[in-house]
Structures are given as structure tokens and as C-alpha cells.
């Protein structure tokens, strides 16, 4: 397991934006007796250093409702992450690829619930990734 000595406290959030967004109803839904359903959940993400402190994790996730009575869902996310200038290159990686992802998928969880929100299904709520 990747050992992560930047603390929580000294990374910043500057920003998170939605670069890419597709959200389509499943208006055919196959009745399931239990009422349960398997629902597909991908995700991807891409670490860019910027400058000195500065660093971008783009992250995209896929959700294939199948026969659900849900969404399908593409969105793609751009976190910026400010960190303190005693950070080195393998700590960055190291706490990207840990608290990054689960922070940028945290920001695209509520996105997904908020504009699902709106629809002709209930909200849409993913399960929040494993931290460890």
C-alpha cells in the first residue's frame, strides 16, 4: 500500500469543474421481483502536474443502469489540487491516487445525485469508494 505523508489539512480543493456530462433515463425498465438490480459502475482517473504545487485529476465514471429504472450516466470531472511547496513528486502521486480520486469522486457523486434530482427517477446515488 502507497504510504501518503501529506496531511489532509495541507492539500486544498481549488477548484472542480464538469468537463463532459451525458445523463439518459432508462425509460424501458425491466420489473425485477426482488427489486433488485445490477447496476455497472466505472471509473477512471488521470493525474496531470501542472506546475510546482499545482495538479489536476480528471476522472471519469461510467454507470450502466441495465434493466434498472435509473440513468445512465458519463461524466467527466477536473479536480485542482493545491499542494504545500515541501511536497515531493511521490507524495503528490502517492496522495492523488488515494484521497484525490476519493475526493474528486465524492464532488462527481454529488453532482450525479443533484442533477438526477430533477428526473423521472429517484436520485441517483452511488456508493462512495473504499478509503484505506
Known sequence: MASCKQELKDVLIDDSQILECSIVANLAPVRQEDDQYDLTVNYH???SHIGERD???DLTIE???GDAPTYDVEIVTRTKFIFP???TEKEKDAY???EGVCCAFDLAKIYIKTITSLG???ALVLPGPHRG
Open 63 to 65: 454507470v450502466d443502469s
Open 85 to 87: 511547496d515541501r511536497a
Open 55 to 57: 495538479a489536476f485529476l
Open 45 to 47: 482517473a488521470n493525474i
Open 96 to 98: 492523488l491516487r488515494n
Open 120 to 122: 423521472v427517477w429517484d
